[in-house]
């Protein structure tokens, strides 16, 4: 499609959040804007790259715009792999709106959301894990998150596929030697070689792919759900880890009978915070209605608040809670312990357990140590956050040194090559013809490409950079 310019600009920090803002300039026509913006003596320019001159911007008619730093970066040495031009500006709406009207005055355009880093990637800059990574670094919302896509950007996941592509490429090489020679076939050792090479590709594949569910986390954040019966506490203690009166409270059982969510950190990470109407064993209508969204939600969560009344026996769960249970996902909060004369009583707990769900021994019921709190003073609080992130530090695959939390598209490319590396070893084994073991090497080799962005696919990507913001 022709574009009215091939130099775009944009704003790329929000003018008035901060003392400046940051107008990007992309495209051929970055040095000749610099000489008629500043004049020739003092434009930034291709024989300065990457050194800030102070400068006055002037308007096409010459008025004086704002005293303003300008920087000029020469192509390919720029985040675009074109000239590219950064004037920060006083961070007033009004002042940096003027000189964006002034580019597109002299003919430039405004970016496209995304565009810049869609730049980055087709002038080799980026490849697409690392434009991706780009949009994840944006939104990180925790310290988990924001050092995953620190290290994607700096190319942890494009070095991990480029071992694995290389890999594969010279297994399919071996194999496609002897589709050269249809009357000979693969001797048994080099069967064993090519074997050997497929499970280890394999092998890695499902390392990154088993990443997915965190990746999910650290964008969307821990799913953690508070259940228990009426009157438990469960409003009180999401107010207490919100730290602000979010729910409301109440002596009468059944306040809640909707959830509550609200986001959180806790540690390093991004928690998705749950409070759900009581577990009422005899329900009214409406509480039964707020029961099944309960059960709804328990049945998703990643993380799981079963909240006890410490002063009260502990009540039978109903089935659905009881098989959500899990050591590694549950956490026994025994609440109101401000209310026992002698500290928190434990006995009972574990009857809240219920009666163990299918293919759990009756004779062996679910261990899990209560942490005692009071939600209303902020005793034991400490304790059920610091279990709360050992729970959450659970959650990440050890891929080694780099961080690496895949995403959904990720995901599905490796889900794909997965299954064309299974095939293809199934085939090895039965001794099938080489041309089909390497019609599936091929499927994997194409979708290993997709991640780092090797097939051109233009809807793929129209779809993926227009989540960007303006300014990248």
């Known amino acids: 499609m022709s574009r009215p310019s091939d130099t775009i600009a944009a704003l790329a920090t929000p003018a008035g959040t901060s003392a400046i803002a940051v107008v990007r300039v992309s495209g051929p026509a970055c040095a000749k804007l610099a000489r008629e913006i500043f004049g020739p003596s003092s434009a930034p320019s291709p024989a300065l790259p990457r050194v800030a001159q102070h400068a006055d911007y002037h308007a096409v008619g010459g008025a004086p715009v704002d005293d303003v730093l300008a920087t000029f970066f020469s192509d390919p040495n720029s985040y675009t792999g074109e000239d590219a031009l950064e004037i920060s500006c006083h961070g007033n709406p009004f002042i940096a709106q003027k000189i964006l009207e002034d580019l597109f005055a002299r003919g430039c355009r405004p970016a496209d959301p995304g565009e810049f880093t869609r730049r980055a990637f087709l002038n080799g800059r980026l490849d697409l894990s690392q434009a991706e990574a780009v949009m994840d670094l944006i939104h990180a919302r925790s310290e988990r998150a924001l050092a995953a896509a620190g290290q994607q950007l700096r190319g942890a996941l494009g070095r ?158 109903p089935p659905e809670i009881a098989a959500a249970l899990r050591p590694e996902t549950t956490i026994i909060v025994l609440n109101k312990i401000d209310l026992l004369p002698a500290g928190p009583q434990l006995d009972n707990v574990g009857c809240a357990l219920g009666t163990p769900p299918a293919g759990r021994s009756k004779t062996a019921p679910l261990q899990l140590q209560p ?26 695959h050890d891929t080694g040194e780099d961080l690496i939390a895949i995403n959904a598209r990720h995901a599905h490319a490796l889900a794909r090559a997965k299954t064309g590396l299974s095939d293809a070893l199934a085939k090895l084994a039965a001794n099938a013809p080489v041309e089909l073991l390497a019609s599936d090497l091929r499927e994997t080799l194409a979708a290993f490409g997709e991640i780092a962005g090797k097939v051109d696919n233009e809807q793929m990507l129209d779809r993926l950079f227009a989540h960007f913001c303006i300014g990248k």
């Open 371 to 396: 942490i005692p709190v009071s939600a209303l003073t902020g005793a034991g609080i400490e304790a059920l956050q610091a279990e709360i992130v050992r729970r959450a530090e659970a959650f990440r």
């Open 160 to 317: 991990r596929m480029a071992a694995l592509t290389d890999e594969l490429l010279n297994t399919l090489a071996r194999i496609e030697a002897y589709i050269d020679f249809p009357d000979e076939d693969l001797p048994p050792e080099d069967r064993g070689l090519v074997c050997a090479a497929l499970e280890n590709v394999l092998a890695g594949t499902g390392r990154l792919l088993a990443t997915s569910h965190y990746g999910e986390l650290l964008r969307d954040g821990i799913k953690t759900v508070i259940v228990g019966e009426p009157n438990a506490g469960k409003s009180s203690l999401l107010n207490r880890l919100v730290g602000s009166e979010r729910a409301l409270v109440s002596p009468e059982p059944g306040t809640t009978r909707d959830f509550i969510e609200e986001r959180i950190l806790a540690g390093p990470h991004w928690l998705r915070l749950t409070d759900t109407a009581g577990l009422n064993p005899a329900p009214a209508p409406l509480e039964a209605l707020g029961m099944a969204k309960t059960l709804e939600r328990a049945a998703t969560a990643d993380l799981l608040l079963l909240v006890l009344d410490a002063t009260r026996p502990a009540p039978p769960l």
